[in-house]
Protein backbone atom coordinates (compact mmCIF):
# COMPACT_ATOMS: atom_id res chain seq x y z
CA UNK A 1 0.00 0.00 0.00
CA UNK A 2 2.71 2.66 1.29
CA UNK A 3 4.34 1.55 -2.52
CA UNK A 4 1.31 2.50 -4.29
CA UNK A 5 0.71 5.71 -2.25
CA UNK A 6 4.50 6.99 -2.73
CA UNK A 7 3.91 6.28 -6.85
CA UNK A 8 1.09 8.17 -6.93
CA UNK A 9 2.61 11.35 -4.71
CA UNK A 10 5.35 11.00 -7.24
CA UNK A 11 3.20 10.55 -10.35
CA UNK A 12 1.17 14.01 -8.92
CA UNK A 13 4.59 15.71 -8.16
CA UNK A 14 5.93 14.87 -11.97
CA UNK A 15 2.38 16.52 -13.38
CA UNK A 16 2.25 19.28 -10.77
CA UNK A 17 -1.43 18.09 -10.81
CA UNK A 18 -4.06 16.63 -8.45
CA UNK A 19 -7.25 15.68 -10.21
CA UNK A 20 -10.83 14.64 -7.97
CA UNK A 21 -10.45 11.13 -9.23
CA UNK A 22 -6.31 10.90 -7.99
CA UNK A 23 -7.15 12.68 -4.49
CA UNK A 24 -9.60 9.96 -3.99
CA UNK A 25 -7.47 6.90 -4.65
CA UNK A 26 -5.12 8.94 -2.90
CA UNK A 27 -7.63 9.65 0.58
CA UNK A 28 -8.54 5.61 0.23
CA UNK A 29 -5.40 4.86 1.91
CA UNK A 30 -5.37 5.76 5.17
CA UNK A 31 -8.76 4.38 5.65
CA UNK A 32 -7.69 1.36 3.89
CA UNK A 33 -4.46 0.71 6.21
CA UNK A 34 -6.13 1.44 9.54
CA UNK A 35 -8.93 -0.91 8.65
CA UNK A 36 -6.43 -3.62 7.85
CA UNK A 37 -4.51 -2.68 11.27
CA UNK A 38 -7.41 -2.48 13.15
CA UNK A 39 -8.72 -6.37 12.22
CA UNK A 40 -4.93 -7.62 12.46
CA UNK A 41 -5.02 -6.24 16.09
CA UNK A 42 -8.55 -7.68 17.09
CA UNK A 43 -7.10 -10.59 14.89
CA UNK A 44 -4.04 -10.87 17.67
CA UNK A 45 -6.24 -10.69 20.92
CA UNK A 46 -7.95 -14.18 19.62
CA UNK A 47 -11.11 -12.23 17.94
CA UNK A 48 -12.44 -13.97 14.48
CA UNK A 49 -12.09 -10.96 12.51
CA UNK A 50 -11.47 -10.05 9.05
CA UNK A 51 -10.46 -6.80 6.74
CA UNK A 52 -12.76 -5.92 3.83
CA UNK A 53 -12.16 -3.00 2.23
CA UNK A 54 -15.77 -1.29 0.61
CA UNK A 55 -14.67 -0.82 -2.48
CA UNK A 56 -15.75 -4.90 -3.11
CA UNK A 57 -19.27 -4.07 -2.00
CA UNK A 58 -20.31 0.06 -2.42
CA UNK A 59 -20.72 0.50 -5.74
CA UNK A 60 -21.39 4.30 -7.03
CA UNK A 61 -21.14 6.45 -9.93
CA UNK A 62 -17.94 8.39 -10.77
CA UNK A 63 -18.73 11.64 -8.95
CA UNK A 64 -15.34 12.19 -7.13
CA UNK A 65 -15.17 13.18 -3.87
CA UNK A 66 -19.11 13.36 -3.35
CA UNK A 67 -20.17 9.84 -5.34
CA UNK A 68 -24.17 8.64 -5.68
CA UNK A 69 -24.10 4.82 -4.09
CA UNK A 70 -26.07 2.59 -6.28
CA UNK A 71 -28.19 1.18 -4.25
CA UNK A 72 -29.13 -1.64 -6.30
CA UNK A 73 -25.90 -3.21 -6.62
CA UNK A 74 -24.66 -2.46 -3.80
CA UNK A 75 -27.00 -3.90 -1.39
CA UNK A 76 -27.12 -7.06 -3.33
CA UNK A 77 -23.27 -7.15 -2.82
CA UNK A 78 -23.71 -6.60 0.59
CA UNK A 79 -26.05 -9.31 1.17
CA UNK A 80 -24.22 -11.69 -0.85
CA UNK A 81 -21.31 -10.79 1.27
CA UNK A 82 -21.98 -11.52 4.58
CA UNK A 83 -24.16 -14.41 3.82
CA UNK A 84 -20.42 -16.47 3.50
CA UNK A 85 -18.54 -14.74 5.66
CA UNK A 86 -19.32 -15.09 9.26
CA UNK A 87 -16.17 -13.61 10.97
CA UNK A 88 -16.41 -9.76 12.47
CA UNK A 89 -16.12 -7.70 9.46
CA UNK A 90 -14.07 -4.48 9.73
CA UNK A 91 -15.08 -1.96 6.65
CA UNK A 92 -13.39 0.55 5.58
CA UNK A 93 -15.65 3.64 5.46
CA UNK A 94 -15.68 6.51 3.32
CA UNK A 95 -14.88 4.98 -0.27
CA UNK A 96 -16.44 3.06 -2.57
CA UNK A 97 -15.65 2.46 -6.11
CA UNK A 98 -17.39 3.02 -9.33
CA UNK A 99 -18.23 -0.26 -11.02
CA UNK A 100 -15.76 0.18 -13.38
CA UNK A 101 -13.14 -0.32 -10.51
CA UNK A 102 -11.97 3.12 -9.90
CA UNK A 103 -11.91 4.32 -6.18
CA UNK A 104 -14.65 7.19 -5.33
CA UNK A 105 -15.40 8.79 -2.12
CA UNK A 106 -18.89 9.50 -0.13
CA UNK A 107 -18.09 13.17 1.13
CA UNK A 108 -18.53 14.87 4.50
CA UNK A 109 -19.73 11.98 7.05
CA UNK A 110 -18.43 9.77 4.31
CA UNK A 111 -17.36 6.73 7.63
CA UNK A 112 -21.11 7.14 9.38
CA UNK A 113 -22.72 7.24 6.07
CA UNK A 114 -21.04 3.80 4.72
CA UNK A 115 -22.10 2.43 8.35
CA UNK A 116 -25.64 3.25 7.50
CA UNK A 117 -25.74 1.87 4.11
CA UNK A 118 -24.22 -1.50 5.37
CA UNK A 119 -26.62 -1.91 8.20
CA UNK A 120 -30.09 -0.33 6.20
CA UNK A 121 -28.63 -3.28 3.89
CA UNK A 122 -28.16 -6.04 6.47
CA UNK A 123 -31.89 -5.54 8.53
CA UNK A 124 -29.87 -4.33 11.41
CA UNK A 125 -31.26 -3.97 14.97
CA UNK A 126 -29.59 -0.25 15.10
CA UNK A 127 -26.64 2.04 13.63
CA UNK A 128 -24.07 3.27 15.91
CA UNK A 129 -22.16 6.40 15.28
CA UNK A 130 -19.42 6.74 17.93
CA UNK A 131 -18.05 10.58 18.20
CA UNK A 132 -16.25 12.87 20.65
CA UNK A 133 -19.26 14.45 22.23
CA UNK A 134 -22.28 12.94 23.95
CA UNK A 135 -25.15 12.53 21.38
CA UNK A 136 -26.61 15.11 19.22
CA UNK A 137 -26.35 18.52 21.80
CA UNK A 138 -28.85 21.54 21.92
CA UNK A 139 -25.57 23.25 21.00
CA UNK A 140 -22.63 24.25 20.36
CA UNK A 141 -21.03 23.31 23.59
CA UNK A 142 -17.79 25.15 22.80
CA UNK A 143 -19.81 28.03 22.38
CA UNK A 144 -22.55 27.16 24.83
CA UNK A 145 -21.81 26.21 28.31
CA UNK A 146 -25.07 24.98 29.39
CA UNK A 147 -25.48 22.98 26.28
CA UNK A 148 -26.78 19.22 27.09
CA UNK A 149 -27.52 16.08 24.61
CA UNK A 150 -31.10 15.30 23.69
CA UNK A 151 -32.09 11.71 24.32
CA UNK A 152 -33.83 10.82 21.44
CA UNK A 153 -35.27 12.97 17.87
CA UNK A 154 -37.52 11.84 15.33
CA UNK A 155 -35.24 11.49 11.70
CA UNK A 156 -37.06 14.63 10.07
CA UNK A 157 -35.75 16.61 13.69
CA UNK A 158 -32.02 15.03 12.98
CA UNK A 159 -32.56 15.65 9.45
CA UNK A 160 -33.18 19.72 10.26
CA UNK A 161 -30.24 19.84 12.38
CA UNK A 162 -27.77 18.24 9.95
CA UNK A 163 -29.01 20.65 7.42
CA UNK A 164 -28.46 23.95 9.50
CA UNK A 165 -24.87 23.01 10.69
CA UNK A 166 -25.02 19.77 13.53
CA UNK A 167 -21.87 18.11 12.61
CA UNK A 168 -22.74 15.14 14.75
CA UNK A 169 -24.75 13.91 11.84
CA UNK A 170 -25.28 14.43 8.05
CA UNK A 171 -28.22 13.95 6.00
CA UNK A 172 -26.51 10.98 3.74
CA UNK A 173 -26.33 9.11 6.99
CA UNK A 174 -30.06 9.43 7.92
CA UNK A 175 -31.59 8.46 4.80
CA UNK A 176 -30.80 4.68 4.65
CA UNK A 177 -31.46 4.43 8.38
CA UNK A 178 -35.28 6.01 7.93
CA UNK A 179 -36.20 3.73 4.34
CA UNK A 180 -35.05 0.66 6.67
CA UNK A 181 -36.61 2.28 9.92
CA UNK A 182 -33.41 1.30 11.91
CA UNK A 183 -32.66 3.52 14.55
CA UNK A 184 -29.28 5.66 15.10
CA UNK A 185 -27.86 5.62 18.35
CA UNK A 186 -24.99 8.80 18.81
CA UNK A 187 -22.25 7.53 21.67
CA UNK A 188 -19.15 9.17 22.72
CA UNK A 189 -16.00 7.45 22.70
CA UNK A 190 -14.22 9.21 24.93
CA UNK A 191 -17.58 8.56 27.61
CA UNK A 192 -19.05 5.10 26.58
CA UNK A 193 -21.53 4.77 28.80
CA UNK A 194 -23.43 7.63 28.30
CA UNK A 195 -26.39 6.93 26.45
CA UNK A 196 -26.39 9.25 23.99
CA UNK A 197 -29.02 10.26 21.23
CA UNK A 198 -31.12 7.69 19.33
CA UNK A 199 -32.90 9.04 16.38
CA UNK A 200 -35.81 7.02 15.34
Avoid at 26 to 35: I, K, P, Q, Y
Avoid at 67 to 89: C, E, L, M, P, W
Avoid at 144 to 152: G, N, Y
Avoid at 175 to 187: H, N, V
Wanted: hydrophobic letters at 40%; charged letters at 20%; a positive charge.
Amino acid sequence: NFRDLRNILEGIKLLLEATPRTMDYVLSFGERNAAFVISKAMQGIGLNAEFLDARNIIKTNREFASARVNFGKTNKNIVDYFSDHSAIQVVTGFIGAHTGGLTTTLGRGGSDYSAAILGAALKADRIEIWTDVDGILTSDPRKVKKAFSLPQLSYAEAMEMSHFGAKVIYPPTIQPALEADIPIYIKNTLNPTHPGTRIH
